[in-house]
């Protein structure tokens, strides 16, 4: 899928909280502070299974 870098910012919040941001077209790791790798390998899993999704609300809510 061409088009723009679309970007996610990924969330976890508990006794141990983190932040990562990914690249959507590529799936790719752009920033991670304090999430776990494998948390960070799930997160890749979920975005590259939802990939579609998350551009096409992306788009619906930028208005592109």
């Given at each position: ?36 790798r ?17 551009i ?9």
């Amino acid at each position: 899928m061409e088009g723009p870098g679309y970007l996610v910012r990924v969330f976890f919040y508990g006794a141990l909280s983190g932040e990562a941001k990914f690249e959507v077209n590529h799936v790719k790791l752009i920033d991670n502070k304090g999430i776990k790798r494998k948390d960070i390998s799930l997160a890749e899993s979920l975005i590259e299974e939802n990939k579609e999704i998350i551009i096409a609300k992306w788009k619906e809510y930028h208005g592109n």
